[in-house]
């Protein structure tokens, strides 16, 4: 996860363990965790409550029961994060959805990391949230914290998604709303589509799409060309 390039400054500890605690639970990351633990500590840029609610998820995500807990550990990241929209961990699913304006939003935010000479690495999105705080963390105090504030909604949307879900991993926004100077306020979560529901195919012959240009169950217009024996196109028909 990240960038190739430079790196260093506000929070810069805390906002790097943060996007690793944001990144997906394999071997590597819970065999980092007490590293994580103790970066928290020496910073101290979160206040006892926050840094206690994280050192609970810290201690989740280790699975000290063997294998079988580790292994659940990853599927709930995998649940909570890649099947819905409203925990997303794509900051321009929040902000675009699936419009057009989410490809140059895109380049546009790749520009700003080239410019301040960091460079994605290869197949890594840039609204990823870890991959954003990164960056952040590369940055002077005064513009880092500007740039949270700046995402600050987006945070407490993903913030309140998290809570409703009742997952730990809620204390990693809430920590970022600390930082960006932001108390957390209720928000209205939209009950994500059922993945079958948003997958669903529309039957053979019933129109375009459930949603398309031609209703169900009506006559649908057909051309057909027959096809001469003297190899002479006839007219068409429609039926």
């Known amino acids: 996860m990240g960038?190739?390039?430079?790196?260093?400054?506000?929070?810069?500890?805390?906002?790097?363990?943060?996007?690793?605690?944001?990144?997906y639970p394999d071997p590597?990351?819970?065999?980092?965790?007490?590293?994580?633990?103790?970066?928290?500590?020496?910073?101290?840029?979160?206040?006892?409550?926050?840094l206690a609610e994280l050192e609970d998820?810290?201690?989740w995500m280790t699975g000290n029961g063997g294998n079988d807990d580790a292994l659940s550990v990853e599927e709930s990241y995998v649940d909570l994060f890649d099947r819905g929209r409203a925990t997303?961990?794509?900051?321009?699913?929040?902000?675009?959805?699936?419009?057009?304006?989410r490809g140059p939003a895109m380049i546009d935010l790749a520009q700003t990391f080239e410019k301040a000479n960091l460079y994605l690495a290869p197949g890594e999105m840039p609204d990823y949230?870890?991959?954003?705080l990164e960056y952040t963390s590369t940055q002077p105090p005064k513009d880092a914290q500007s740039f949270l504030n700046e995402m600050a909604h987006i945070f407490n949307a993903i913030f309140a998604a998290l809570q409703q879900r009742d997952t730990r991993y809620a204390s990693v926004l809430g920590a970022l709303l600390e930082l960006a100077g932001e108390k957390a306020k209720p928000v209205k979560v939209t009950p994500d589509e059922a993945i079958d529901d948003s997958w669903e195919e529309p039957n053979a012959f019933d129109g375009c799409s459930t949603k398309?240009?031609?209703?169900?169950?009506?006559?649908?217009?057909?051309?057909?060309?027959?096809?001469?024996?003297?190899?002479?196109?006839?007219?068409g028909v429609t039926v």
């Open 3 to 23: 960038f190739l390039g430079n790196t260093p400054p506000v929070a810069t500890k805390t906002l790097r363990v943060l996007a690793r605690l944001l990144s």
């Open 28 to 50: 590597t990351l819970r065999r980092h965790l007490p590293e994580l633990r103790q970066a928290l500590r020496d910073e101290s840029a979160l206040s006892a409550a926050r």
């Open 57 to 59: 998820l810290m201690t």
């Open 88 to 101: 997303s961990l794509h900051l321009f699913e929040h902000v675009h959805g699936d419009s057009r304006d």
């Open 129 to 132: 949230l870890p991959v954003v």
């Open 212 to 235: 398309g240009q031609a209703n169900p169950n009506q006559p649908q217009p057909i051309h057909i060309v027959r096809k001469s024996t003297a190899n002479t196109p006839q007219p």
